[in-house]
């Protein structure tokens, strides 16, 4: 699976996309795209000084000042919550990252033990991987330098999307690099002095509680929800709990000295969870692989606009393999309260094609012909191999 390194070839700086007869504007880097003609280069703080000459504007695109003012503010309340990682890293340990090669500090969420640190090291072997406590630490980690990737996941074959994370993707702006998919194998965990019949409660993240459902149902166990299932299992070894179990990985198990009661406790054996691979820069697309290609974008309220969407694909043979629509954050709304009448939404959207493909440059183009916002949120090596 290819993905970017810390010496990356692909150039720093952003270029903006921008559309001067509708109100789009979305973030891309890749150099070696031949566009449509329509869709002109020009310098990221060109979208900054809309707003500032719009006596030199015309009418017809003022409404794309508002699509900026929408990103804008996503950015400014990203930046509005100062989250750090749960162990603080020095500018000491940034100047290791020079000493250490091609060994990439990659950020998960949860603690030693999770299935996301698996994930981490299927995507990156050989990586340092570090505990995050939330998602959103992760992503700040990666725009703050303190390391260099983040593999966090984004969707389950029982459990559906992590919504929380499609929010996180517009909020924040790191680049998709790639993708994982790994088999998720829940067991039951307990202490080593505790047994199944003295179990009256069982500890894990709610993903995990709900796809083992007819399982612990059976077993008659009280469900309580935490953060992670790594965590529950380190919280019910440190308190040596005899009446707790956990629900999480076997390597969990040994990482903290519990028995395993019962394997593969989930309801449908094939449970799969994909990650996404994020970075500062995106990587440079190729034709050579496989490849998939994430976008978010808006449109304007009316009948079949969704379907003229979706139809730019169809049309051009490209097969869909993800969408998922999200409302629009509080903050961006006010931005929009006097152009829309009902609950505006986000549409995420994944589709087999890579950007290096011309067939998915006019796709794009064709989009945002009547996108109110577009976003490229990562073209990227589809994984195709055995979860």
């Known amino acids: 699976m290819a993905a970017t390194t810390g010496k990356s070839p692909v150039s720093s700086s952003f270029v903006q996309k921008l559309n001067p007869r509708t109100s789009y504007c979305y973030q891309a880097s890749y150099s070696t795209i031949n566009l449509p003609r329509r869709l002109r280069r020009i310098h990221s703080q060109a979208c900054n000084n809309i707003s500032s000459s719009s006596d030199q504007v015309p009418d017809s695109v003022h409404k794309q000042a508002k699509a900026i003012e929408l990103q804008k503010l996503i950015d400014d309340d990203s930046r509005d919550s100062s989250i750090s990682l749960p162990r603080p890293l020095t500018s000491a340990s940034l100047s290791n990252l020079a000493t250490e090669g091609s060994r990439l500090r990659v950020a998960y969420q949860g603690v030693r033990g999770a299935y996301s640190e698996s ?205 998922e629509s999200r409302p629009l954050p509080k903050q961006a709304l006010r931005a929009f309260v006097d152009s829309v009448r009902n609950f505006p939404y986000l549409f995420y959207v994944d589709f087999e094609a890579s950007m290096a493909d011309q067939n998915a440059q006019y796709a794009l183009g064709h989009l945002e012909e009547f996108a109110t916002f577009l976003r490229v949120l990562g073209s990227y090596p589809a994984d195709t191999g055995t979860p």
């Open 119 to 323: 994930a981490a090291e299927k995507a990156y072997p050989n990586c340092e991987a570090v505990p995050c406590e939330q998602f959103d630490t992760a992503f700040e980690a990666v725009e703050r330098w303190l390391v260099d990737r983040a593999v966090l996941p984004i969707e389950n074959s029982l459990g559906g999307s992590i919504h929380r994370n499609y929010d996180l993707l517009l909020r924040h702006r790191l680049h998709i690099v790639g993708e994982v998919k790994l088999a998720i194998r829940h067991c039951l965990l307990a202490n080593p002095d505790a047994n199944l019949e003295e179990l009256k409660r069982v500890l894990s993240h709610p993903q995990a509680l709900a796809q083992c459902e007819n399982t612990l149902t059976k077993l008659g166990l009280v469900r309580e929800a935490v953060d992670d299932t790594a965590g529950a299992a380190k919280f019910i070894a440190f308190h040596k709990l005899k009446d707790a179990g956990a629900v999480a990985s076997e390597t969990a198990a040994r990482i903290y000295g519990l028995n395993i009661l019962a394997r593969d406790i989930q309801d449908d054996s094939d449970n799969i969870t994909r990650f996404l691979m994020l970075a500062r820069e995106p990587i440079i697309p190729g034709i050579d692989k496989p490849f998939k290609t994430s976008i978010v974008f808006s449109l304007e309220e009316g009948p079949g606009e969704l379907f003229k969407a979706l139809a730019v694909f169809a049309m051009r043979n490209i097969n869909l393999t993800k969408i």
